[in-house]
């Protein structure tokens, strides 16, 4: 708004007023798209899908975690070199 008002030359309020439609027509897309999204019939299926590659993926970074530290308290890589 700010940068519309110094290009056009205008006050802030009259570029506030000028985009005010973009405004209204995002804040109108994000209130009827929302429950949408909530409540289709994929949704349910989606969530638990990504809950599984999640916990698959914290598994494997939680496992690489307990294996270095095993490593490192058994000083395997000082016995190594």
Same mark, same amino acid.
């Given at each position: 708004? @700010?940068? *519309? @008002?110094?290009? %056009?030359?205008?006050?802030?309020? !009259? @570029? $506030? $007023? @000028?985009?005010? +439609?973009?405004?209204?027509?995002? $804040? !109108? ?5 929302? +429950? =949408? =999204? ?6 349910? !299926? ?5 809950? !599984?590659?999640? #916990? /698959?993926? /914290?598994? #494997? #970074?939680?496992? =690489?975690? *307990? ?6 308290? %058994?000083?395997? +890589?000082?016995? #190594?070199?």
């Amino acid at each position: 708004v @700010a940068y *519309l @008002a110094w290009r %056009e030359g205008t006050s802030a309020p !009259k @570029a $506030l $007023l @000028a985009s005010l +439609p973009v405004w209204a027509r995002g $804040l !109108k897309d994000i209130v009827l798209g929302f +429950p =949408a =999204a909530c409540f289709h019939r994929d949704t349910r !299926k989606v969530l638990v899908d990504s809950g !599984k590659t999640t #916990i /698959m993926l /914290m598994f #494997i #970074i939680v496992n =690489a975690l *307990l294996f270095a530290h095993v490593l490192t308290s %058994e000083r395997i +890589p000082q016995t #190594i070199t």
